[in-house]
């Protein structure tokens, strides 16, 4: 995850696995992206889904790198676009955590509001948690397992209404 963040941003930062998210703050910027399994051309179910965290300057530091562009002509898109996309980088990273993934997929990262990411990285134990080594740097990803069960009666509290599509 270090070298992803160096090969987008050209800054450093070392993960480290943690037991705990930082605080959330009004300003970080919330994703999520599920990971279903199943076959192609068949219903997918949710299996796990990848959280990130991230601050205001790791935003805009990540959006200026990706579109060339100083942090003053960003615009909310392109943070959004720019964090989504780190999402799905780090979701690749994480899915050895899940052990057999022939039939994993990932879906597709959104942008959330602070209360559903809160709420949902605190529903499940983390199968993957890690934050920034550096305190100054607010950067965490984890990844907790969501019950297929639960999900397929349409139990599953987790997740939206509709739940989380992995069909492109």
């Known amino acids: ?14 993960f480290a696995s943690s037991s705990s998210l930082p605080l959330l703050q009004a300003d970080d910027a919330c994703f999520s992206l599920p990971i279903t399994d199943g076959v192609t051309g068949y219903t997918n179910h949710t299996r ?8 205001r300057a790791e935003a805009l530091a990540l959006a200026a ?4 562009l100083p942090a003053a002509e960003l615009q909310p898109a392109d943070l959004q676009d720019a964090g989504m996309e780190l999402c799905n980088i780090l979701s690749a990273c994480l899915l ?15 942008a959330l509001a602070h209360e559903p990411w809160q ?6 134990p983390a199968l993957a948690l890690y934050v920034s080594d550096d305190p100054a ?3 965490a990803v984890m990844m907790i397992e969501i019950s297929t069960v639960a999900g397929e009666a349409g139990l599953n509290p987790l997740l ?6 992995s069909e492109h």
Request: charged share 10%; aromatic share 6%; with cysteine.
């Open 1 to 14: 995850m270090s070298e992803v963040w160096a090969s987008l941003t050209g800054q450093t930062c070392a």
């Open 48 to 55: 796990a889904l990848v959280l990130l965290q991230m601050g």
């Open 65 to 68: 790198a990706m579109f060339g």
């Open 96 to 110: 050895e955590c899940l052990g057999d993934t022939s039939l994993s997929h990932l879906g597709l990262p959104e």
């Open 119 to 124: 709420r949902l990285s605190q529903s499940a």
């Open 137 to 139: 740097q607010r950067l």
């Open 160 to 165: 939206p209404p509709g739940g989380f599509s």
